[in-house]
């Protein structure tokens, strides 16, 4: 907290007011943490587990106090969701307009973060160890998984609501004839071919059995 006093007496000549207190805080460093998220990415790179991590080790890695590890992150699995984010995609953008195209863009996002992930072998390994970690996977569904189901939802919901969609199928149960398929080859068939235009078959064939009508 710094004591700031007015430098010039108000125009009538009465004496300046008290002081006021006014809180200043350190603005968070960017760099640090950057320069933290890549010291965790390394460690892992060089072999070791996320088990075997401390926000210690990980700070000396960093060349910051364990303070500064702290001061972002409350603990281990606050910053490890974050390095898990550092490697993975965004959820796209929706245009908006069509709930085919919207629907074909969220598919789309899953084939390419699989080939993403089928030549990453980074990407590999942290996805694979914190799935060994139950807070982090957790933490990791209900955050970054989630907002992404939410945002099929929304346009599934905007289809029934248009009229585009059928209104008898549970939701949830859509979301998954239309993003089923291409999870299933990406996670569950590794070797399964991942070609240019398979999103756009899987969403085309799908909406032709749950298209309002039907």
């Known amino acids: ?58 700070a000396r890695a960093a060349g910051v106090g364990k303070a500064t590890v702290y001061r972002r992150w409350a603990g281990k699995n606050a910053l490890m969701l974050d390095v898990m984010k550092s490697v993975d995609e965004q959820t796209p953008r929706l245009a908006g307009r069509s709930v085919r195209d919207d629907l074909v863009t969220c598919v789309e996002f899953i084939r390419r973060r699989a080939l993403v992930k089928r030549s990453s072998a980074l990407l590999r390994n942290v996805i694979a160890q914190a799935q060994n970690e139950p807070e982090l996977w ?51 068939r590794p070797d ?16 032709q059995g749950v298209r309002a009508g039907n």
């Open 1 to 58: 907290m710094t004591d700031i006093r007015a430098e010039t007496a108000p125009g009538d000549g009465t004496p300046p007011g008290p002081s006021v207190r006014v809180a200043r805080g350190r603005p968070r460093s960017a760099a640090a943490d950057t320069a933290i998220i890549e010291a965790v990415l390394s460690l892992l790179e060089e072999g070791a587990t996320i088990a075997e991590l401390s926000m210690e080790r990980i």
């Open 138 to 188: 957790a933490a990791y569904h209900d955050t970054v998984i989630a907002a992404r189901r939410a945002q099929v939802g929304e346009v599934l919901r905007r289809g029934v609501r248009t009229g585009e969609l059928r209104a008898d199928i549970d939701p949830e149960l859509l979301g998954d004839l239309f993003l089923g398929p291409m999870l299933s080859r990406s996670m569950l």
């Open 192 to 207: 399964a071919a991942l070609p240019e235009g398979l999103s756009e078959l899987i969403v085309d064939a799908v909406l």
